[in-house]
């Protein structure tokens, strides 16, 4: 989901407090306007009645107030969905205090987890994967060079009357996945980082045909 465009999301929706209570509705995103949040019924308690002296009841409100707040929601498509700091908008509602629609507004939305508050922590893990980035991890996966020789490179290293300079050498690599090469902590994180070298692939044509083999580079992968 991108913030910079309009989204409309279908779904249930319910006060974290009552999650039994779940509504329908319509959930919509603006980038000038924030979300606002549509349910075909309402969120709204029934008002609060006062006996009247001869017998009966009575209140001062169609329907009971509600806190402002958060509230989550799950989409159609099963994804989880929070809106923060929402404020309950019009409503309509009929003579005995049945919300028939009621509309909330929130300038806060979280797509993809159900979280209390814009404030609260949720990280739990971050994996970043950084190419061509292995010279720092110094874990010793490519082995030093080992110079070669090659038919062909007759003499390997010099420079030949028309520019060329050729020296061949064996360049090993250890394929496969080393699990926290390094790992450390900081005041707020815990992280380590793993590495993955490709071996080169075995077949009957790239040992006749060495050329025909490819050794990948090796990649650190931090976890946090």
């Not at 019924?41 to 209140?59: F, H, I, K, V, W």
């Not at 993809?112 to 994967?129: E, F, K, N, W």
């Not at 005041?187 to 006749?208: K, L, Q």
Request: glycine letters at 12%; hydrophobic letters at 35%.
């Amino acid at each position: 989901m991108r913030q910079s465009e309009p989204q409309r999301i279908t779904g249930w929706f319910y006060l974290p407090e009552s999650p039994a209570n779940r509504i329908p509705g319509i959930l919509t995103w603006q980038p000038d306007n924030g979300a606002t949040l549509e349910l075909i019924g309402g969120l709204s308690p029934e008002p609060e009645y006062q006996q009247t002296s001869g017998g009966g009841l009575r209140a001062t409100q169609i329907v009971g107030d509600v806190r402002p707040g958060t509230i989550y929601g799950e989409s159609e498509s099963g994804q989880a969905l929070s809106l923060w700091d929402a404020q309950r908008g019009k409503y309509t509602a009929g003579l005995v205090g049945e919300v028939r629609d009621e509309f909330w507004h929130s300038s806060w939305m979280c797509v993809g987890a159900h979280i209390a508050g814009p404030q609260d922590p949720a990280l739990t893990q971050a994996v970043v994967t950084v190419d061509e980035l292995y010279y720092l991890t110094d874990d010793g996966r490519f082995c030093p060079p080992q110079w070669a020789k090659i038919e062909g490179v007759e003499h390997p290293g010099e420079s030949q009357p028309d520019g060329t300079l050729l020296t061949p050498y064996i360049f090993p690599v250890v394929g496969g996945y080393r699990a926290e090469y390094a790992r450390g902590d900081t005041a707020d994180a815990c992280y380590s980082v793993a590495t993955t070298a490709t071996r080169p692939w075995i077949s009957e044509a790239t040992e006749a045909i060495p050329d025909c083999n490819w050794s990948g580079a090796k990649r650190p992968v931090l976890l946090m």
